[in-house]
């Protein structure tokens, strides 16, 4: 019974592989009579990422949870958020030849807390306002280890504005709340679900570029066709990460989006004052050295 146990233990092993990373990165500044003056200031951010994949005979199953999180303290302030992203990606594919694979795919960002105005006088977003979901059907193509290309012409991608006075502003692309008589918006209206249909392309590189350091990159494109298909919406994420030793690394973290749904404030009149919304690409970027430990 024993040796069974242990040939099914072995088993397991052979067509799962789970693992993952998890990094705390800090930073502090003091200053003590600095004539150049400043803000004493400390932050903090953690990452966690992890894996679990399966293969056995033509069938593949990949799974990834990425999670990050981040505040500062910045002198005479109270403590805000920094970064706060949650992501889920589930994958199968059945292979169709050395390097293809039918293909079905299931993503979801969105975050873990919510984010309020610098005044904290309102929300502009929290758990599941937004999520973006994408359920996709297509190839992926996987040339070598470093590489996949996922091609979807058959995509669902949702957006999710579960908090209703959100979604009565017409947040994040939904519909906003209607209109009574006097123009005010009707509480309650507005749509928290917005449906897409169209197609998508999903490429995911990995390398190492030189010794101990590893670029991670994935770019998300998709195009709509029921409105506007040349309107392509960008996520493109990019981590460089820095292996000092076994215990310290450091990261650049790059992410790009541009969505035509999504309006941000901009100064059309140039003189400071925002008033329009548009479509712009937003970016965003993390510099971080801390500690790191690797799951396997």
């Known amino acids: 019974m024993a040796q069974d146990t242990l040939v099914d233990t072995v088993a397991v092993r052979n067509i799962w592989d789970f693992g993952g990373t998890g990094t705390v990165n800090f930073s502090q ?22 894996y679990g994949n399966y293969k056995q005979g033509k069938n593949t199953w990949n799974n990834t949870l990425d999670l990050t999180y981040g505040s500062v303290k910045l002198q005479g302030q109270r403590l805000r958020k920094s970064d706060d992203r ?11 030849s050395s390097k293809w694979f039918y293909t079905g795919q299931l993503n979801t960002r969105t975050q873990l ?15 599941m306002s937004p999520a973006f979901i994408l359920a996709s059907l297509g190839m992926d193509y996987k040339p070598n280890p470093k590489l996949s290309v996922f ?11 579960l908090d209703q006075a959100m979604a009565d502003q017409g947040a994040f692309g939904v519909r906003r709340a209607e209109r009574d008589g006097e123009g005010n918006l009707i509480r309650g209206t507005g749509e928290r679900l917005r449906e897409e249909f169209g197609g998508f392309v999903n490429v995911r590189f990995r390398h190492e570029i030189f010794k101990n350091v590893t670029l991670q990159s994935k770019a998300d494109l998709f195009s709509n066709y029921l409105k506007n298909p040349q309107n392509v ?10 292996k000092v030793n076994k215990f310290v690394s450091a990261s650049i973290f790059v992410h790009m989006i541009y969505d035509d749904d999504i309006l941000i404030d901009v100064d059309r009149s140039g003189d400071g004052t925002m008033d329009g ?13 801390g500690l790191s430990y690797k799951f396997e």
């Open 29 to 50: 500044v003091s200053l003590n009579n600095w004539a150049a003056g400043g803000q004493n200031s400390l932050s903090a951010l953690g990452i966690l990422n992890l």
């Open 86 to 96: 949650l992501e889920l990606n589930l994958k199968y594919g059945r292979q169709a």
């Open 113 to 127: 807390t919510p984010t309020y105005t610098p005044t904290r006088d309102s929300i502009l977003s929290n758990f």
């Open 151 to 161: 091609i979807s012409p058959f995509t669902g991608k949702f957006t999710a504005v």
């Open 233 to 242: 919406d960008l996520n493109w994420e990019n981590l460089v990460d820095f």
């Open 277 to 289: 919304k548009g479509p712009r690409l937003q970016l965003k970027e993390t510099l971080g050295i």
